[in-house]
């Protein structure tokens, strides 16, 4: 867009440097001069002004050459107008490009950002899987040495029932026969009282001489019956011990019932140690299985980290090609440029000489 407020001092600064530089003064180089700003028609007018001042007259009309000058001026500053759109446009697309490029290099780095973070994932509950298989493990052992020792000491508790029960029975046989024997001893003796009692009525009666003998056999009957009776409270001490171990054996038994109940609890505690040792079997299974999967999901991963890695070093060399192929192309116009220059420099030198030998 021309810029107002032009003046003629200028128009004429312009155009000298261009007579200095050895280029023909015309309108339009004289608007590059001034950085392209000003109206063409005040150019021209300024200009046929100047010329007027410097003697018009004498100044021929301009040449052939200078027309072709002119025209390959028009011509560089269209190519250089064309060239710098050109530039413009493949920058704007080397920037779209560069930006998707970026985009998909920011996509790609966040898909493998968070591959990463689901494979240490996934890594993480693996290794906790494996403890937990570990601790599992750990815990089968004991509870398999648990119920070894168990069955050990339900084998000994049983054998020690076993030899308890013989004695019992034993003692409870001892203590019939001890009754028996008390039993016919005390019958034995009332019979032998009886006899003694009316046989010593008889004779008592009838034998009064025989007293004397009788109770010689009286003093006889009573030391045996003495004896006797220590016999008799001897059995009866007996009995007595027999049944205090009798009833000790009875507190065993008791003891021994007792323990047999808890044996009983143990096997029961046993069956369910031994059914939660099937169900940790089946969780250790499952574990297992379980673990295939997040191993097979990890190598799954860990692919498609790969395929990411690979999509990212494809996008990086596309955007290098793209960045290498804009340097190529500003350097192939910026040659197209000066080669476009040259001729128009060298078109210019023989025109300004004739222009001299005019004046």
Same mark, same amino acid.
């Given at each position: 867009?021309?810029?107002?407020?032009?003046?003629?001092?200028?128009?004429?600064?312009?155009?000298?440097?261009?007579?200095?530089?050895?280029?023909?003064?015309?309108?339009?180089?004289?608007?590059?001069?001034?950085?392209?700003?000003?109206?063409?028609?005040?150019?021209?007018?300024?200009?046929?002004?100047?010329?007027?001042?410097?003697?018009?007259?004498?100044?021929?009309?301009?040449?052939?050459?200078?027309?072709?000058?002119?025209?390959?001026?028009?011509?560089?500053?269209?190519?250089?107008?064309?060239?710098?759109?050109?530039?413009?446009?493949?920058?704007?697309?080397?920037?779209?490009?560069?930006?998707?490029?970026?985009?998909?290099?920011?996509?790609?780095?966040? $898909?493998?950002?968070? =591959?990463?973070? &689901? #494979? /240490?994932?996934?890594? %993480?509950?693996? @290794? *906790?899987?494996? !403890? $937990?298989?570990?601790? =599992?493990?750990? &815990? #089968? /052992?004991?509870?398999? %040495?648990?119920? @070894? *020792?168990?069955? !050990?000491?339900?084998?000994? =508790?049983?054998?020690? #029932?076993?030899?308890?029960?013989?004695?019992?029975?034993?003692?409870?046989?001892?203590?019939?026969?001890?009754?028996?024997? #008390?039993?016919?001893?005390?019958?034995?003796?009332?019979?032998?009282?009886?006899?003694?009692?009316?046989?010593?009525?008889?004779?008592?009666?009838?034998?009064?001489?025989?007293?004397?003998?009788?109770?010689?056999?009286?003093?006889?009957?009573?030391?045996?019956?003495?004896?006797?009776?220590?016999?008799?409270?001897?059995?009866?001490?007996?009995?007595?011990?027999?049944?205090?171990?009798?009833?000790?054996?009875?507190?065993?038994?008791?003891?021994?019932?007792?323990?047999?109940?808890?044996?009983?609890?143990?096997?029961?505690?046993?069956?369910?140690?031994?059914?939660?040792?099937?169900?940790?079997?089946?969780?250790?299974?499952?574990?297992?299985?379980?673990?295939?999967?997040?191993?097979?999901?990890?190598?799954?991963?860990?692919?498609?980290?790969?395929?990411?890695?690979?999509?990212?070093?494809?996008?990086?060399?596309?955007?290098?090609?793209?960045?290498?192929?804009?340097?190529?192309?500003?350097?192939?116009?910026?040659?197209?440029?000066?080669?476009?220059?040259?001729?128009?420099?060298?078109?210019?030198?023989?025109?300004?000489?004739?222009?001299?030998?005019?004046?």
């Amino acid at each position: 867009m021309a810029r107002t407020g032009l003046y003629k001092s200028e128009i004429k600064i312009a155009r000298d440097s261009l007579l200095a530089q050895g280029k023909h003064p015309s309108v339009d180089a004289v608007r590059v001069a001034l950085g392209n700003t000003g109206s063409k028609s005040t150019i021209h007018k300024y200009l046929k002004e100047l010329e007027q001042e410097d003697g018009g007259a004498d100044v021929s009309k301009p040449s052939i050459s200078d027309a072709l000058q002119d025209l390959v001026a028009r011509l560089a500053a269209g190519l250089q107008q064309e060239a710098d759109a050109r530039i413009e446009a493949a920058q704007a697309r080397h920037d779209s490009a560069s930006a998707l490029q970026q985009a998909e290099k920011d996509t790609l780095e966040q $898909a493998n950002q968070l =591959l990463a973070s &689901q #494979l /240490q994932a996934v890594r %993480a509950e693996l @290794l *906790a899987q494996t !403890t $937990a298989h570990a601790a =599992l493990s750990t &815990q #089968l /052992q004991e509870q398999s %040495a648990l119920r @070894l *020792a168990l069955e !050990t000491q339900l084998a000994s =508790l049983k054998e020690r #029932l076993a030899e308890h029960e013989q004695h019992r029975a034993s003692l409870e046989e001892k203590h019939q026969h001890a009754r028996e024997a #008390l039993q016919h001893y005390r019958e034995a003796a009332k019979d032998q009282r009886d006899q003694d009692i009316r046989r010593h009525e008889q004779q008592v009666q009838t034998l009064q001489a025989e007293i004397r003998q009788l109770r010689q056999d009286l003093i006889i009957r009573n030391e045996d019956l003495t004896r006797t009776n220590q016999e008799a409270v001897r059995m009866v001490m007996e009995l007595s011990h027999a049944r205090e171990a009798l009833a000790d054996e009875q507190a065993r038994g008791r003891e021994r019932e007792d323990q047999l109940a808890r044996l009983r609890q143990v096997e029961a505690q046993q069956q369910r140690l031994e059914q939660q040792l099937l169900e940790q079997a089946s969780a250790n299974e499952q574990l297992a299985a379980h673990q295939l999967v997040l191993e097979g999901n990890c190598r799954h991963m860990e692919e498609q980290l790969h395929q990411s890695q690979l999509a990212l070093a494809a996008a990086v060399a596309r955007s290098e090609a793209q960045e290498a192929l804009a340097s190529q192309l500003r350097d192939f116009v910026r040659h197209t440029t000066t080669s476009q220059e040259a001729p128009t420099a060298q078109a210019g030198g023989p025109a300004d000489t004739r222009t001299g030998s005019d004046s």
